[in-house]
C-alpha cells in the first residue's frame, strides 16, 4: 500500500491550493479515504472523508464550505481542494485509506482508524 500526498506549499491568507494522494498497491476504489491534518505542537485531527463511491462526503466543521475532497477512482487518486485559508490551516496534511464500508468506517464519524494506511503528509503554509 502506497499513499504519496502533492501539492502542498506556501499560500497567502484567503489563497487557494489542491492536495493530491496518489495511490497504488491496494483496489483504491475499495476504500473509504480520508484526508487529516497536524499542526505544529497539536494532535492529529479529521479533516474530510469520502465514501468508496465518492457519493457520500463529510467535513469537520472547520472547513466546512471552504474545502472539498473528491476522488478519482480511474486515477486511484484522492484530493482536497483548499479554498479561502486562513493561518489556522497551516499544517501537515495526511491522506489515509480506510478498507471497509462507509457505515463501518470511523472516517464517517470524522474519527480516526487504527487500521488505516497513511501517506508520508504534504505541508500546506497559510501566512497571514
Known sequence: VQLVESGGGLVQGGGSLRLSCATSGF?????V?????????????????????GHIVRYADS?????TISRDNTKNTLYLQMTSLKSEDTAVYYCAADYSSWVRSPFSSGSYSPRADWGQGTLVTVSS
Open 63 to 67: 472547513v466546512k464550505g471552504r474545502f
Open 27 to 31: 483496489t483504491f476504489r475499495n476504500y
Open 33 to 53: 479515504m480520508g484526508w487529516f491534518r497536524q499542526a505544529p505542537g497539536k494532535e492529529r485531527e479529521f479533516v474530510a472523508a469520502i465514501s468508496d463511491s
